[in-house]
């Protein structure tokens, strides 16, 4: 099972920019497609993108399109999420989590992507604060 650390979040200003890192490790990482999700205080969590396995197929929230982009690097198995634009309605926990997707076509999940049960292993998760 692949282990997940993210690292990178922090506090920034309305408008400003961060990007989280998801470090895998404990298994093959270009197997499993990435998500990342967020949790608000007293919120569910929210599936914010996706990512397949070899990187060429992503999926956003539509609250985040055109701010966040997620990429990876299957050499470092590092996966990213480059959040710009940020206002205080992105502050929450983060998480990264992976899909074991080598029998998904494309590899990467369909419709249900944004769901937490495909995914197979969470990050810690680690907070992001946005100030107005």
């Known amino acids: 099972q692949l282990k997940l650390v993210e690292s990178g979040g922090g506090l920034v200003q309305l408008g400003g920019s961060l990007r989280l890192s998801c470090a895998a490790s404990?298994?093959?990482?270009?197997?499993?497609?990435i998500g990342w999700f967020r949790q608000a205080p007293g919120k569910g969590r929210e599936g914010v993108s996706c990512?397949?396995?070899?990187?060429?197929?992503?999926k956003y929230a539509d609250s985040v399109k055109g701010r966040f982009i997620v990429s990876r690097d299957n050499v470092e198995d590092t996966a990213y999420l480059q959040m710009t634009n940020l206002t205080p309605e992105d502050t929450a926990v983060y998480y990264c989590?992976?899909?074991?997707?080598?029998?998904?076509?494309?590899?990467?999940?369909?419709?249900?992507?944004?769901?937490?049960?495909?995914?197979?292993?969470w990050g810690q998760g680690i907070q992001v604060t946005v100030s107005s």
């Open positions: 989590a992976a899909e074991f997707a080598v029998d998904l076509p494309n590899g990467i999940s369909g419709a249900g992507w944004h769901l937490e049960f495909p995914y197979d292993s």
């Open positions: 404990g298994a093959t990482f270009d197997y499993y497609s």
């Open positions: 990512i397949s396995r070899n990187g060429d197929s992503t």
